[in-house]
């Protein structure tokens, strides 16, 4: 796994994990300055996290390669 999945994955769980301690009233220290903002704010890095994500995943395919076809022998 690289290291830009790595941070990928973080960002999702702190994100998705700060929006539900914030209804039990807990929060990361972390990111505890953005209290006042949650939980739009976890939505918003957890979202950023599965943004990078799908795009480092896109960018890693790899293209098929060509098949070149090859005429029937008669």
Not at 1 to 25: E, P
Not at 27 to 56: E, H, K, N
Request: net charge positive; aromatic share 10%; charged share 10%.
């Amino acid at each position: 796994m690289g290291v830009v999945r790595r941070i990928a994955v973080f960002l999702m769980v702190l994100g998705f994990a700060s929006v539900g301690l914030y209804f039990m009233d807990y929060s990361f220290r972390i990111i505890s300055w953005l209290d006042d903002y949650q939980p739009g704010a976890g939505l918003a890095i957890g979202g950023v996290g599965l943004l990078l994500l799908l795009v480092t995943i896109a960018v890693e395919k790899k293209p098929a390669p060509a098949q070149v076809p090859v005429p029937p022998q008669a």
